[in-house]
């Protein structure tokens, strides 16, 4: 089945813990990208990646770093994590090349800085 | 700047039902623009997409159509049923520059009985 699956899924942590979120997709996407949503805010850009080794911000990178040493995987790394990152976190992936490409979602990742 | 703005922000509608939701959008160049639908907690699921040269498209009982003339598009839901309750997301693609997404705040719709 192609999917793309988060782990965790659930996250409460504290202040300054450093925390990754892993994300893999099955379908050979070149293009991956991590999301985060707020209510009132919808779905923000943080980073995004067009193929293994490219990566490069999006609108709201503060505080998040990614890597793409693999096609298929591509974690979020909260190095000093904040209460401000409280959030709904989507990972998300899709072709690259064609003006009609969309993206495939994965299920969400909820994180609780406190 | 790039903006999609989504209208109404909620709405609740009888089962059986039809609907209209509104997206007008100020990204340009414009390369296409998807409606999602999202289930409370979930993550966004694709309904249709969109590029400047298709007006209309339909999944089902979706259909959106699109005026690249005056940057705007509607999803209508036909017959509503109660599993259509969601955030209802368009998301318009700018050509060039990184694959840049911008994102709606979505309608959020209820279907009672």
């Known amino acids: 089945e192609a999917q793309v699956t988060q782990n965790p899924r659930y996250l409460i942590t504290v202040t300054g813990k450093k925390l990754t979120v892993t994300c893999s997709q099955n379908?050979?996407?070149?293009?991956m990208s991590w999301y985060r949503q707020d209510p009132g805010l919808g779905l923000r850009q943080i980073y995004y990646?067009?193929?293994?080794?490219?990566?490069d911000k999006g609108d709201v990178p503060e505080g998040y770093k990614v890597s793409r040493k693999e096609k298929r995987n591509f974690p979020l790394i909260l190095e000093s994590p904040s209460p401000n990152q409280t959030s709904l976190y989507f990972c998300?992936?899709?072709?690259?090349?064609?003006?009609?490409?969309?993206?495939?979602f994965g299920p969400g990742t909820r994180l609780t800085v406190t | 700047k790039n903006q999609v703005e989504q209208s109404p922000q909620s709405l609740i509608i009888l089962e059986g039902k039809n609907c209209t939701l509104q997206?007008?959008?100020?990204?340009?160049?414009?390369?296409?623009l998807r409606w999602y639908k999202q289930d409370t907690g979930r993550g966004p699921v694709s309904l249709t997409i969109?590029?400047?040269?298709?007006n209309t498209k339909s999944n089902g009982r979706y259909t959106a159509t699109l005026d690249a003339d005056t940057k705007q598009s509607s999803l209508h839901i036909t017959a509503s049923q109660l599993s259509d309750s969601a955030s209802y997301i368009c998301?318009?693609?700018?050509?060039?520059?990184?694959?840049?997404?911008?994102f709606g705040t979505g309608t959020q719709l209820k279907v009672e009985l």
């Open positions: 379908m050979n996407h070149e293009y």
């Open positions: 990646s067009m193929n293994v080794e490219v990566t």
């Open positions: 998301v318009v693609r700018g050509r060039g520059g990184g694959n840049k997404l911008t």
């Open positions: 997206c007008n959008y100020t990204v340009s160049p414009f390369s296409n």
């Open positions: 998300a992936s899709s072709l690259v090349g064609s003006s009609s490409y969309g993206e495939y």
């Open positions: 969109m590029t400047f040269s298709e």
